[in-house]
């Protein structure tokens, strides 16, 4: 804190202390509002062509760095091949607008004709097609085409690594350029594309003069900004960050994985086959080298020092990218020529700094990597802060009412088990990590899996929640066999988990934690998302409003950091959280691995007495837990486990007494001395 | 020549040209068994390799093809320049790993694979703008020996490329085997924590991985020269990408199954061209990259460590 | 959060005002222009993978105009040069999308009154609509698609109507014919294999060889594509020893062709190597080097004069002001530049006002004498003169190694029909 009296004041600070005065959402709008004009009379006060034209170019690249936003930024996922969608937009144009394809008229044609898709050429003797599918339908129509091949390439390598990932577009972003080079009827091969017809509109055509295509850039960049903000706010924008944050628990929290990955990469595909045509339009012409690998990565440069994920931040980047690289380079290597030219020096007339452009896209990636990973403009939180009263309104602590979707014991058929496993069996390699457990854990009630290190226990929590496929047996819910189902089906069946070693999504809030916890609940697509749709709307306030409730388990642990950051919070406040989010699931049993490690005695106990309220609510709970005291007063069961077998079963007085436990604890030679 | 001729040609080129992937394949499948990255920044290190072997070279008082040396002096030279190399390479890939890399380690996602790419782009720009975009004659002081004329026929240089590489992925096999450190990148590779409490360096181990990788890269590069008798700012691109193909096809992280899977890229390099069309190569190439993926994403030949947890 | 908020309001700011202060300076650049100038623009790739060749197209240019200048300019006129590259970093050589834009920049600057360039056909493809557009005439030294000035594709590429690419080379759709003439007809060839680099120039003037070859009856071999970002082409190679052609035809630039040359040397030394004006310049003697490169021929889209005598002196001035030695290209760039001057000194003379329709009408009636003789245009801007120039590399240890001008042979011209 700066004390007012020590402050001289800047005629900069002078200049902005009006501007400060204003509340920050007047700042931000008086901001947007200066932007939106500064982009609308732009080409009016500037009426060099050739500026517009850099303007124009510069929007074609801002609209692919919003689509590479939502498959990189959002979901995580590094595309090295986006120009390839791009291309396949553009020539998706270029092929149904020109004279590259012109079979003979047949009667075939005539519907289409009728359509407007294509006209009748008649004329030296030629009796031909020519393609004419309007720019205004084209656009839609290639993105969806960009779509599909997104799904078609990404549904078999989706389910790859991340950095396999990468690998795998890679290679797509140098196939498609060669296919297009290699089938010369489609697209005339190398020779490229001749004579695509420009867009018009109410008989006017946009021709070759550049501010049409600069204000239809301008659109785009402004829907595509609608449309990311839209989803990044909404149940599919947070499961994209939490596969991104992290996917192994995302699909624990009933995110199916590959379904949204595909999605995103549909729409990024999508938005950069739109982008295509628009470019191809724009230039009339098309050659497979404009789509080249260092297309992709100015593309990438753009999203790293804009902010991954952040809308605002990469049309920012994309604009001053753009600009350093059509304008700003090439006029300051004519100012150092002039100079050069003034103080005699030859190095400096020579000069061409825009030779180093592709240098400082390199420094770019690596001093963003290192100093700033969050961007220009670091992707903000959308989700809206809770007001003091409604934080401090909600109980503290005390009296629990949650709405946990738990089962009556009345519902259910004598003699049923919530989580039955029989037989089970897993080996990695030649290690048995479970070998033929069987186990029942009663509906209500608390079971506590103990046993040293390594004896298989989170393999065995693992293999019931979908992480991994056991070799052979089966594992039943409430009497449905689940066995090898995958994990975001089995938290919407009803069973949730946090981990031993807390994989919450690092970067996003308390709040967003914990409703990617309900994602398996919900149904908002990405429609509805964009759309804010009735039902959306009505099911983002339920799902806020449960996130409260379930927050008020932990009383005011919580709820004051609802709007913290995930990886700021203390170790204790993590595993709560971690808690919490399974909780939102609504499951009917809680599997928990080792909830207490790391909290002090104090913070154990307290936990321990808020398990024992989840039971009471009727929520049944298996658990790993080293620390004994907590298994001797919360389990009704415990079980034993040692290299993968079950050894032993029953209540803490007749585990205790077995004398396997003791050994496999103290280690077989001590137990026999 | 016969067509069996032709394909017993196409063997021994996409032989010679298999070991060189193979050669910078081990370099991406090093650092990715141990710290799991891609690493971009290896199909330029393997390019600046090429101008370090060809400076040496020329510093040796070569220039093109015009010395020919024979006997003593001819393996006095290129062990030299096999030595300088990748000293100079290896120590290049150490700087790479110190200034861009190890601030990253434990960055979960993408972070550290884009700094590879940004220090690829880096690397690529100085030579070009220091150097230019010229292609360069690359100095050879072997003497042009061919074995066969009219039908197949076998040039001292690809027994040159053979010998060499098989040495090197010898030594190294050596190494990772039986010496304490490579224990110690085995170890680490499969399970830093373990291997960090059992008394493992990391840090080093990383460093002396970045360091091999980056010395067999520069080996390629000199071995690239001297096979090509050409070397151009922009061949890191395209032999990076089938190098890494063949790290992934052998499985990644398995070192005998770089060395097998850059010899197999070769093979479909040299028959698919001779079989189908040159045009589609790298179409070929990718496809098989993206089948091993989806249907065996360990690689042909699996992982060499076991599945972490 | 106050402080991320802010310093996002920041950035914000930055980008309008970023937004508006161009806006406002993009206004202000027309306004510098000095009395009695014009401005001839000039679009190349300067940067990336064709750098090289664009640099020595430049200096061609620049000679030209600054030896008007230095004569006291041009009908009183002095001459300024707006120089602009069409190369960018997202495409990594030249860009359309940059060419485009820089055609846009001539055409709105009523200074620029004619240009030169660009190196490519591509460029060349995306800028000639704007500038027929704008009534620019634009004077090509090097880009040899003949789609462009094809009047089937004139609705296309000069909407106008009035041609406005102009060339001081022949287009491709000579280049390779004649070529295959005289394969044919001097060199005896029976059989060919026809490589190219999958570069626009290098498709057409291979397809353009190999429908001629098939014409006059050669047997063709076989098509394939080299891919220029490949080190490795034994696999072709091999491939087409195995059909024992009597010659290889390769039609495209030198980044596959270095490789070519070399490799090509490797397998199979007997066979003839030949290919386009893509064969011809310095990289093939400095980075193939000999024996590699010995008997490889080349050909030129323009007469040969580097060693005609009157030519002689001007290799000279320019081997000493750059430091590098001229190719033809730089060549037909300085032709280029002449033909300009000469058009914009009959405009001035004739009275009428030196803008760019002036300058451009003068230019389709040129007929002037250049450094490859007389240059005169048809109705589309092609060269009226249409010879092709062949070369061969034979070593001459009298001179360097890398002496373009020595060590290539001219060997004569390419007939432009065959001997029946």
């Not at chain 1, 030649?430 to 046993?451: F, H, Q």
């Not at chain 2, 972070?111 to 690829?120: E, F, L, R």
């Not at chain 3, 006129?77 to 846009?104: F, H, I, R, V």
């Not at chain 3, 040359?261 to 003839?272: A, L, R, W």
């Amino acid at each position: 804190m700066v004390s007012p009296g020590t402050r001289t004041w800047s005629i900069g600070e002078a200049l902005a202390a009006p501007f400060r005065r204003l509340s920050s959402d007047q700042q931000r709008w008086l901001i947007l509002t200066l932007v939106v004009i500064g982009a609308l009379v732009f080409p009016l006060i500037d009426r060099n062509e050739g500026d517009i034209d850099a303007a124009a170019n510069a929007t074609a690249f801002a609209v692919l760095a919003l689509g590479l936003n939502i498959v990189v930024g959002l979901a995580g996922l590094l595309d090295l091949g986006y120009a390839a969608f791009f291309a396949i937009g553009a020539y998706f144009y270029g092929v149904t607008s020109s004279w590259q394809l012109h079979p003979e008229w047949s009667s075939f044609w005539e519907p289409f004709q009728w359509l407007g898709v294509v006209a009748h050429y008649q004329a030296m003797g030629e009796n031909v097609v020519h393609f004419t599918l309007s720019f205004w339908i084209a656009m839609p129509l290639a993105a969806l085409v960009a779509a599909f091949f997104g799904v078609l390439f990404g549904a078999p390598t989706l389910r790859l690594r991340g950095d396999y990932l990468a690998i795998v577009t890679l290679g797509f972003g140098e196939i498609v350029p060669i296919v297009v080079r290699n089938w010369p009827t489609l697209t005339n091969g190398a020779m490229g594309l001749n004579g695509v017809q420009a867009p018009s509109l109410f008989g006017y055509s946009f021709g070759v003069t550049s501010s049409p295509y600069y204000y239809l850039g301008v659109a785009l960049i402004a829907f595509l900004i609608f449309v990311s903000s839209r989803l990044k706010e909404s149940r599919v924008g947070r499961a994209w960050m939490a596969i991104r944050e992290d996917e192994i628990a995302a699909g624990a929290m009933g995110v199916n994985r590959v379904k949204l990955k595909l999605l995103a990469f549909a729409i990024g595909a999508g938005f950069a086959g739109a982008t295509g045509t628009f470019y191809v339009a724009k230039l009339q012409t098309a050659t497979p080298d404009m789509f080249m690998f260092p297309v992709s990565v100015m593309i990438l440069v753009m999203i790293v020092l804009g902010g991954m994920g952040s809308v605002y931040g990469v049309v920012l980047a994309a604009v001053i990218l753009q600009l350093l690289q059509s304008w700003f380079l090439q006029d300051l290597s004519g100012w150092l020529h002039v100079l050069g030219r003034a103080v005699g020096n030859d190095w400096m007339q020579q000069i061409d700094l825009t030779q180093s452009i592709e240098l400082i896209f390199g420094i770019i990636l690596v001093l963003m990597m290192l100093y700033r990973r969050q961007g220009l403009i670091p992707a903000t939180r959308a989700t809206k802060a809770l007001t003091l009263e409604q934080q401090t309104a909600l109980p503290s602590r005390g009296t629990i009412d949650v709405d946990l979707r738990v089962v009556a014991p009345g519902e259910l058929k004598p003699g049923t088990a919530m989580l039955e496993v029989e037989k089970l069996l897993k080996t990695f390699g030649g290690i048995t990590a479970v070998k033929d457990v069987d186990l029942r854990v009663e509906p209500g009630s608390i079971v506590a899996l103990i046993g040293p290190n390594g004896s298989g226990k989170t393999t065995l929590f693992n293999l019931i929640t979908g992480m991994n496929a056991p070799d052979r047996g089966r594992i039943s819910l409430l009497g449905e066999d689940i066995t090898g189902l995958p994990s975001h089906l089995i938290v919407e069946r009803g069973i949730a988990r946090t981990f031993q070693n807390l994989r919450l999504f690092s970067n996003m809030t308390v709040l967003e934690n914990i409703l990617v916890g309900q994602h398996s609940h919900t149904k908002t697509g990405a429609v509805g998302a964009v759309l804010h749709t009735h039902a959306m709307l009505a099911e983002e306030r339920e799902t806020r409003e449960h996130a409260l409730e379930i927050l008020s388990i932990f009383g005011n642990r919580l709820m004051p950091r609802l709007n913290q950051v995930a990886k700021e919070l203390s170790y204790a406040n993590r595993r709560r959280l971690e808690i919490a989010r399974a909780l939102a699931s609504r499951p009917k049993i809680l599997l928990l691995d080792e909830p207490t490690a790391g909290m002090n005695p104090a913070e154990t106990i307290e936990l321990a007495h808020q398990i024992k309220s989840l039971r009471g609510m009727g929520l049944t709970v298996f658990l790993i837990e080293h620390k004994l005291n907590v298994v001797n007063e919360l389990a009704d069961k415990i079980l034993v486990l040692d290299h993968g077998e079950k050894i032993a079963e029953g209540t803490a007085e007749q585990v205790h007494a077995k004398p396997e436990v003791l050994e496999a604890y103290l280690g077989r030679k001590v137990a026999h001395a | 020549m016969t067509f069996q001729d032709v394909l017993i040609q196409q063997v021994i080129n996409g032989v010679s040209l298999g070991a060189i992937y193979s050669l910078l394949a081990l370099g991406f499948t090093m650092v990715y068994g141990i710290i799991e990255l891609i690493n971009f920044a290896h199909f330029n290190v393997f390019m600046v390799g090429s101008f370090i072997a060809m400076y040496i070279l020329q510093a040796l008082g070569l220039n093109g093809q015009n010395v020919i040396l024979t006997g003593f002096s001819l393996v006095g030279v290129l062990v030299v320049a096999l030595v300088g190399t990748m000293l100079l390479s290896g120590a290049l890939g150490v700087l790479i790993e110190r200034t861009a890399l190890r601030p990253l380690r434990g960055v979960p996602g993408t972070a550290a694979m884009i700094t590879t790419i940004g220090v690829s782009y880096i690397l690529f720009n100085i030579v070009l703008l220091t150097i230019g975009a010229d292609a360069f004659n690359f100095p050879n002081p072997m003497p042009t020996v061919r074995w066969g004329e009219a039908g197949v026929v076998l040039q001292l240089r690809e027994v040159l490329v053979w010998v060499v590489a098989f040495l090197l992925m010898a030594c190294l096999n050596y190494f990772v085997r039986r010496t304490k450190m490579g224990k110690a990148m085995q170890a680490t590779a499969q399970d830093q924590e373990a291997a960090r409490m059992m008394g493992v360096e990391v840090d080093r181990v990383v460093m002396i991985t970045f360091f091999l990788g980056s010395a067999l890269a520069g080996a390629a590069g000199l071995i690239f020269g001297l096979y090509y008798n050409y070397t151009n700012f922009a061949i890191g691109y395209t032999a990076g990408l089938r190098a890494f193909t063949a790290a992934v096809l052998g499985g990644i992280g398995n070192i005998p199954g770089a060395m097998l899977g850059g010899i197999i890229i070769g093979l479909i390099e040299s028959l698919g061209g001779q079989l189908l069309e040159v045009r589609w190569t790298d179409v070929i190439i990718f496809s098989v990259l993206v089948l091993v993926l989806v249907f065996r994403p360990t690689g042909l030949f699996g992982r060499a460590t076991a599945a972490r947890s | 959060m106050t402080s991320i908020r802010r310093r996002m309001l920041l950035a914000t700011a930055l980008g309008a005002g970023a937004s508006l202060a161009f806006a406002a300076w993009g206004g202000l650049v027309p306004a510098q222009a000095a009395e009695k100038s014009v401005t001839i623009g000039i679009d190349l790739p300067l940067t990336g993978a064709d750098a090289e060749g664009a640099t020595r197209i430049k200096y061609g240019a620049e000679m030209a105009i600054d030896e008007a200048n230095a004569k006291g300019g041009v009908a009183g006129y002095k001459l300024d040069m707006m120089t602009l590259n069409d190369a960018t970093a997202s495409a990594g050589q030249y860009d359309p999308a940059q060419a485009a834009t820089n055609a846009k920049k001539f055409v709105s600057d009523p200074h620029v009154v004619a240009a030169i360039g660009p190196e490519m056909s591509g460029a060349g493809k995306a800028m000639s609509p704007i500038l027929s557009a704008g009534d620019l005439a634009i004077v090509t030294p090097s880009s040899t698609n003949p789609d462009i000035t094809d009047p089937k594709f004139a609705g296309q590429y000069r909407p106008a109507g009035k041609a406005i690419y102009f060339r001081t080379v022949t287009t491709d759709a000579f280049q390779g014919p004649n070529m295959a003439n005289f394969m044919r007809d001097a060199l005896k060839m029976k059989s060919v294999y026809i490589l190219d680099d999958s570069g626009a120039y290098g498709v057409g003037i291979a397809n353009a060889y190999e429908g001629q070859a098939k014409k006059i009856g050669v047997k063709v071999l076989g098509h394939d594509q080299l891919n220029p970002k490949e080190a490795d082409y034994t696999t072709s190679l091999t491939k087409i020893k195995a059909l024992n052609p009597d010659a290889v035809y390769y039609g495209g630039v030198a980044g596959a062709g270095v490789k070519f040359v070399k490799q090509s040397y490797d397998v199979m030394p007997k066979v003839i190597r030949a290919g386009g004006d893509g064969l011809f310049g310095p990289e093939y003697l400095s980075a193939v080097g000999f024996p590699a490169a010995e008997g490889l021929y080349a050909t030129n889209a323009s007469p040969h004069v580097t060693e005609d005598p009157a030519a002689q002196e001007w290799v000279k001035r320019y081997t000493e002001r750059y430091k590098v030695q001229p190719d033809d290209y730089a060549i037909t760039a300085y032709d280029a530049a002449l033909v300009i001057i000469d058009a914009i000194k009959r405009v001035a003379a004739s009275g009428k006002e030196v803008n760019h329709s002036n300058v451009r009408d003068a230019i389709q009636t040129a007929k002037v004498k250049t450094l490859q003789g007389d240059v005169s245009f048809d109705e589309n801007g092609d060269i009226n003169s249409r010879v092709v120039s062949v070369f061969q590399i034979k070593h001459d240890p009298k001179f360097k190694d890398d002496d373009i001008i020595h060590q290539y042979k001219y060997i004569g011209v390419a007939p432009q029909s065959p001997a029946s």
